[in-house]
Structure formats: C-alpha cells, structure tokens
C-alpha cells in the first residue's frame, strides 16, 4: 500500500489540483446539453396533463391554491384516511400551485405590460 501524502506539499501542487488532475474531466458542449425549450410551456403542459382531482381533494386543493401557507400534515391525513392515495395528494398539490403560479405569473405580465 502506498503512503499518502501528509499535505499539500507532498502531492507537488494543492490536494484541489492534485484531485482535479485525477479525476475523468466531464466534458460539457451545446450539442450534448440539446436546445432550451420552453419551461414555462412544458409547466402548462404539465397542468393541462393531470388527471381531474377526486371530489373529496376540492377543499384541500382551494386551500392549497389560496392559502398554502396554512396547509396541514392533518390535511393530508384526512385526504389518505378518504382513500386517496400520497402519490395522488402530490400530483395534485404539485399540478395546482403550479397553475395558480402560473396564473400570477401571467397576471403580473399583463399588469407590467
């Protein structure tokens, strides 16, 4: 087994380039990274693709929607002892604060102008 160097001199230059130089470089160029879309299109579409929420989410979801802040881990056991499942609550928390994000979003545009 080799020894390891005891500092920084040991290694002939700093331990950040003496790792650096041993490490595989990643190389990062415009073609392997592809075009930019469009996020705030494909965040529509994320919305506009969820599946309609269950009857019994309406009020959790008005909540979440408008007061955010107030939304409780109660709420969300409430929601699961209904029978709707976690993955269901998240795709349907997540797919309605995008939408009223969405929403302020472009309301503030059209109030900037």
Partial sequence: MSPQPASSHDFGCSAGAW???RLDPVRITASSIGPMGDPLG???NVVLGTAP???QMSNYLAKV???AFAVTDQDVEALKEAGISEDEIFEQTVAVAIAEGLR???RAAEVIG
């Fill in 19 to 21: 790792l650096a130089s």
């Fill in 42 to 44: 494909e965040l529509r």
């Fill in 53 to 55: 929420a269950a009857a």
């Fill in 104 to 106: 302020r979003l472009d």
């Fill in 65 to 67: 929607r408008d007061r």
